[in-house]
């Protein structure tokens, strides 16, 4: 019982990482990353692209969409009605960055979309040397 307690508190602490997936847009080849932590809107993260060792940062801005919970309650006091409401509108959705420098003098750049609901995103990186690449995340 104490060790999945500890278990427990250990991925409550670390978050979830992501898993990057790297497709050549000129012959489909496939790479593919991880980041670290994704508790919080920004943090490491590393790729092996065409046989060199990338690593860098991301970041998350939460922008749009959203779901709202709300509950109503209707109170008749001598035939009026008075209505009480509250309710609470989360982002769903937002834009990122990717940035990773490699090892043998690499650089690649990504802008990416991201949905909370669905805890997938895509969007498309470019090379130092142009190259394209599309990426897709799932968390």
Same mark, same amino acid.
């Given at each position: +019982?104490?060790?999945?307690? *500890?278990?427990?508190?250990?991925?409550?602490?670390?978050? @979830? =990482?992501?898993?990057?997936k790297?497709? $050549?847009q %000129?012959?489909?080849?496939?790479?593919?990353? %991880?980041?670290g932590?994704? +508790?919080?809107?920004?943090?490491? #993260?590393? /790729?092996?692209? !065409?046989?060199?060792?990338?690593?860098? !940062?991301?970041?998350?801005? /939460?922008?749009?969409?959203?779901?709202?919970?709300?509950s #109503? %309650?209707?109170?008749?006091?001598?035939?009026? /009605?008075?209505?009480?409401?509250?309710a609470?509108? /989360?982002p +769903? =959705?937002?834009?990122? *960055?990717?940035? +990773?420098?490699? $090892?043998?003098?690499?650089?690649?750049? @990504?802008?990416?979309?991201? =949905? !909370?609901?669905? $805890?997938?995103?895509?969007? %498309? @990186?470019?090379?130092? &040397?142009?190259?394209?690449? &599309?990426?897709?995340? $799932?968390?």
């Open positions: +019982m104490k060790h999945l307690i *500890l278990l427990v508190i250990f991925l409550i602490f670390t978050g @979830c =990482s992501a898993k990057l790297f497709l $050549d %000129q012959n489909g080849n496939t790479y593919y990353g %991880q980041t932590s994704t +508790m919080t809107s920004k943090g490491i #993260m590393n /790729a092996v692209i !065409e046989n060199e060792h990338y690593s860098g !940062e991301w970041i998350y801005s /939460a922008s749009g969409g959203g779901f709202t919970i709300g #109503m %309650q209707v109170v008749g006091t001598n035939g009026v /009605a008075n209505a009480f409401g509250t609470t509108t /989360a +769903m =959705s937002g834009n990122g *960055l990717i940035t +990773m420098k490699g $090892d043998k003098g690499g650089y690649i750049r @990504c802008v990416y979309n991201f =949905s !909370e609901w669905s $805890d997938t995103g895509s969007g %498309q @990186c470019r090379r130092n &040397d142009g190259k394209l690449f &599309d990426v897709v995340i $799932d968390r």
